[in-house]
C-alpha cells in the first residue's frame, strides 16, 4: 500500500493567481499522477509526473498551465497557473508501485476560484 | 478509445439489503479493473483491484466480478449499512497505456 499526503486540502483563490498542490508518499513509487473532478464528474487524467523528466500531458492539458514537478520517487507538485473560475475542481495525486498493482489517491484539494 | 460506463448513476436501498452495482467498458484489453470508493468531497478510497486473468476478488461484504470478454465488471454489496452511502467508481487499467479510465459512478444512500 501506500499513504499520501496532499496539501493543501482546500483553497480559495482569487483569479488570475496560482497555487501549487503538493503530493508526498510514504515509499517511492514508479508512477504518479494527477488527476483533476470537475463538480459533478468522474477523474479526467491530467498527466503523469516522471521523475527527473517532463511530465507527460493529457489531450486538453498543458504545461503551461499546469507545470509540474517531480524531484524524486516520493514527491510531486501540480501548479494550477492564472486561474479562473473554471478550474474550481478537486484535484488529486494517484501512485502506484507498477503498471499492473493497485492504484491509490491522496485525500485530494478542493479548490474554488473566485 | 476506452469508455467506462457505469449503472444505475444513482441508488438508494434500504439498510440490510444485498446490492450490484454495474460497470461496462468498451475495449477488452485491459491490464486490470479497479473499484473505489469516494465520499463527498474527499479523494478516493481503493476497494478491490482485480487483475485482468481474475475473474473475481472478495473483501468483506464485497465481491467483484470481471468478465473481459463482455467488458462487464460488478460490484457486490452484501447486507448494506447506512455507513456504506458513498459515490463508488470502477477504473480500468487500459492494456495501451498505463493510464485508469474511470466510470462516471454510482451514488449510493442507504437508508437507516
Known amino acids: 500500500s501506500a499513504v499520501i499526503s496532499q496539501k493543501p486540502s482546500r483553497d480559495i483563490c482569487q483569479r488570475g493567481t496560482s497555487l501549487t498542490i503538493q503530493c508526498q508518499v510514504d515509499?517511492?513509487?514508479?508512477?504518479m499522477f494527477w488527476y483533476r473532478q470537475q463538480p459533478g464528474q468522474s477523474l479526467t487524467l491530467i498527466a503523469t509526473?516522471?521523475?527527473?523528466?517532463?511530465?507527460?500531458?493529457e489531450s486538453g492539458f498543458v504545461i503551461d498551465k499546469f507545470p509540474i514537478s517531480r524531484p524524486n520517487l516520493t514527491f510531486s507538485t501540480l501548479t494550477v497557473s492564472n486561474m479562473s473560475p473554471e478550474d474550481s475542481s478537486i484535484y488529486l495525486c494517484?501512485?502506484?508501485?507498477?503498471?499492473?498493482?493497485?492504484?491509490?489517491f491522496g485525500q485530494g484539494t478542493r479548490l474554488t476560484v473566485v | 478509445k476506452q469508455e467506462v460506463t457505469q449503472i444505475p448513476a444513482a441508488l438508494s436501498v434500504p439498510e440490510g439489503e444485498n446490492l450490484v452495482l454495474n460497470c461496462s467498458f468498451t475495449?477488452?484489453?485491459?491490464?486490470?479493473l479497479q473499484w473505489f470508493r469516494q465520499d463527498p468531497g474527499k479523494g478516493l478510497t481503493s476497494l478491490l483491484l482485480?487483475?485482468?486473468?481474475?475473474r473475481e476478488q472478495t473483501s468483506g461484504r464485497l465481491n467483484a466480478s470481471l468478465d473481459k470478454s463482455s467488458g462487464r465488471s460488478t460490484l457486490y454489496i452484501a447486507a448494506s449499512q447506512p455507513g456504506d452511502s458513498a459515490t463508488y467508481l470502477c477504473?480500468?487499467?487500459?492494456?495501451?497505456?498505463?493510464?485508469?479510465?474511470f466510470g462516471t459512478g454510482t451514488l449510493l444512500a442507504v437508508q437507516p
Open positions: 494517484s501512485v502506484a508501485h507498477t503498471v499492473n498493482t493497485e492504484a491509490f
Open positions: 515509499s517511492q513509487v514508479t508512477m
Open positions: 509526473a516522471n521523475q527527473g523528466s517532463e511530465a507527460t500531458y
Open positions: 475495449d477488452s484489453a485491459i491490464y486490470n
Open positions: 482485480i487483475q485482468s486473468s481474475q
Open positions: 477504473a480500468v487499467k487500459s492494456g495501451a497505456t498505463n493510464k485508469l479510465i
